[in-house]
């Protein structure tokens, strides 16, 4: 057998998305046709940070040549975070190192991202890595506005859940709250919403402070309602990004959810373990149930469902692109007189590949991967905001509006305006 020219390891870090198959089966075809030998890593960096050398596979052609419409990812995944202790990362480079391996790819969020800058810079030059962007969260600040992939893929499925409970809802005359997934950031939540259609949607961007109380998310919630009340419909479907459980107060959620909030390796509240939905209806109802009302909610999170879904065409295409651009930066030459670039992102911008060092990718002030958030100054959110129904500051200006609207909380006009005030 020829000798191969290196070695090429893959591994995958953070939450599953569609089209993680895709990347490894380009990543591995490509590799292979180039010389080089493809070794996928088993769950992330769990097992390099402990010097397990066993947990790795040699992956060919034919190992991959139909993974590509798979969802969820042949090798797995974890949430190790390789930089947790100085000792962490000094192992995992030096598994690398021992198995050979002169390029890594690594496929995951803004955390793995992270952890693949680390692993280039303690590398200094030795192991030079492509961290190639996913997450359904779509919050990395990828050049020209791409969506990250899987993103679209996690709309598409989500849309079509909404719309079933759409018509749930307007058959049984009562109110879903739905969580979308979105550690930081609405892209998810506000996609899915404008998509399908939703009564409404919360993301976190729409509360400028660093922190928004219960009271006020729930004001927004109970405002919509009481909005389709007096225009004749006694349901609708609110989509909630769980990001705004982020900028809840700390104690407050201590409070609300009656347990110490765990966290996962990189610092993150595993906002999994926090029923935002039910929090949210069971203080909405409570609010009606003061009136003398009965308001029938039904809670659920989104988000499990739509991580290991089947890629949609776009982001099949959208990633054998990215995968077969990871191995190309690995393997390309630095020009005369640049300096060499040690680790990038892996980006394409109107359809051109692009790696973007990672350096580039940092927010200054934490020093981690940047977050994109959405921007609600934009038409994309401007559109979107103007097709929910929701209490707008010209509802209170109104004051036949404003009258019905009262009626229907039993409360002063004045009172109501109060209460309900327009902050957005």
Not at 258 to 284: F, S
Not at 332 to 337: H, L
Not at 349 to 364: C, I, L
């Amino acid at each position: 057998m020829a000798k191969k020219n290196g070695r090429i390891g893959i591994l995958v870090g953070g939450g599953p998305a569609p089209g993680i198959n895709s990347v490894i089966a380009a990543a591995v075809i490509e590799a292979v046709n180039s010389g080089y030998e493809a070794v996928g890593f088993k769950n992330g960096y769990e097992f390099l940070v402990k010097g397990d050398t066993s947990q790795n596979v040699e992956l060919g052609i034919d190992d991959v040549t139909t993974i590509h419409t798979q969802g969820g990812s042949i090798l797995h995944t974890s949430r190790t975070n390789p930089t947790k202790r100085v000792e962490d990362l000094e192992t995992c480079v030096a598994t690398l190192k021992k198995l050979d391996i002169s390029h890594l790819i690594t496929i995951g969020g803004d955390d793995t991202a992270f952890g693949a800058s680390e692993i280039a810079r303690a590398a200094n030059g030795e192991i030079r890595v492509a961290h190639v962007p996913k997450t359904i969260d779509n919050d990395l600040p990828l050049p020209g506005d791409m969506p990250t992939f899987g993103y679209e893929t996690a709309r598409h499925v989500g849309a079509g859940i909404v719309m079933n409970l759409k018509e749930d809802s307007r058959t049984t005359n009562r109110w879903y709250f739905i969580v979308a997934m979105g550690r930081h950031a609405g892209h998810l939540a506000l996609g899915i919403g404008k998509a399908a259609a939703s009564t409404i949607t919360l993301i976190p961007e729409e509360f400028p402070g660093k922190t928004v109380s219960l009271s006020e998310v729930c004001d927004v919630l109970e405002g919509a309602i009481l909005k389709c009340r007096v225009t004749g419909r006694p349901d609708g479907v609110a989509i909630i990004a769980e990001g705004i459980a982020s900028k809840l107060n700390m104690s407050d959620l201590r409070n609300i959810a009656g347990v110490e909030i765990p966290r996962d390796e990189y610092g993150n509240i595993r906002l999994a373990d926090l029923p935002l939905a039910r929090i949210l209806r069971t203080e909405v109802e409570r609010r009606f149930k003061e009136r003398g009302e009965a308001m029938s909610i039904v809670d659920l999170t989104l988000g499990y469902e739509l991580r290991s879904a089947a890629p949609i065409p776009f982001d099949i295409d959208y990633t054998r692109t990215l995968g077969h651009g990871a191995v190309r930066f690995l393997l390309e030459d630095t020009p005369e007189g640049e300096e060499a670039i040690h680790g990038a992102m892996i980006c394409i911008v109107g359809s051109q590949q692009r790696a973007v060092p990672f350096e580039d990718m940092r927010d200054p002030e934490t020093g981690k991967t940047a977050i994109r958030m959405v921007d609600t100054t934009k038409l994309y959110y401007d559109v979107a905001r103007r097709y929910m129904i929701r209490l707008e500051q010209s509802d209170l200006e109104d004051e036949e509006m404003l009258k019905l609207l009262a009626d229907s909380a039993s409360m002063h006009p004045e009172a109501f305006k109060r209460r309900f005030r327009v902050k957005s």
